[in-house]
């Protein structure tokens, strides 16, 4: 099993739509969550980060971090076509190695 | 403020031939480094990071290579590559001092074709 689970896609909404990227854990001991999108061939620019439980709003984006059910979740309110990319979740430990956890990312296509 | 510079941007390789990818960053110092391997479709692969000049921890035993020879500069090597290296290597930053945040920002990577 994968330390980190993420719905490759890909996803195609229409423009204006509500969307939802979601990454499943399995280590309770990742505390610190982040998302990332992708254009194609760029590199990975961050878009929130959290450590709590709950949820942060940032624009139109909205991180949700679920530490119980070990789930995390970025929402995107009124999609732009501008908003088309792979979307990547990414995760750590607290304490111990510097390294990142990256889910396979969702690619995202948001129709005019 | 920060960036990072990666180059070059895309690299058409033969089979056998060698590797060199160079990655450095400004305006930080003591910076965490990483490289990063990303294959079509798949998320991002840790390959190498590092904590300091001449420390290096590899993740995943490969074909490849890391050398730190100064505090911002970060070096991806092979002595003969493998088709099975081709993929979108990227490099990154993040601050080590500040242990509860330590998001990593990204270079804008090189797309290696081995041929």
């Known amino acids: 099993q994968k330390e980190v689970e993420q719905d490759p896609g890909p996803l195609s909404v229409p423009e204006g739509a509500i969307v939802s990227l979601n990454c499943t854990y399995s280590n309770s001991a990742f505390q610190y969550f982040m998302w990332y999108r992708q254009y194609s061939r760029k590199g990975p620019e961050l878009l929130m980060y959290?450590?709590?439980?709950g949820n942060k709003e940032d624009g139109r984006f909205t991180a949700q971090v679920d530490k119980s059910s070990k789930y995390i979740s970025l929402f995107i309110r009124d999609s732009q076509p501008s908003d088309s990319a792979t979307y990547l979740c990414a995760m750590r430990l607290i304490q111990g190695a510097q390294k990142l956890v990256f889910g396979q990312g969702t690619r995202l296509t948001i129709n005019p | 403020s920060q960036t990072i510079h990666q180059w070059p941007a895309t690299l058409v390789q033969p089979v056998g031939s060698p590797l060199s990818l160079e990655c450095t960053v400004e305006?930080?110092?003591?910076?965490?480094l990483y490289w990063y391997r990303q294959a079509a479709g798949r998320g991002l692969q840790l390959l190498f990071y590092?904590?300091?000049?001449?420390?290096i921890s590899s993740e995943v035993p490969q074909n490849l290579s890391a050398s730190r020879p100064q505090d911002r500069q970060f070096i991806l090597s092979s002595k003969k590559l493998l088709l099975s290296d081709s993929g979108f290597y990227l490099c990154a930053w993040s601050v080590a001092l500040r242990q509860w945040r330590t998001e990593a920002f990204f270079g804008q990577g090189t797309r290696l074709t081995v041929v």
């Open positions: 959290t450590y709590s439980s």
């Open positions: 305006g930080t110092s003591n910076p965490n």
């Open positions: 590092s904590v300091g000049i001449g420390q």
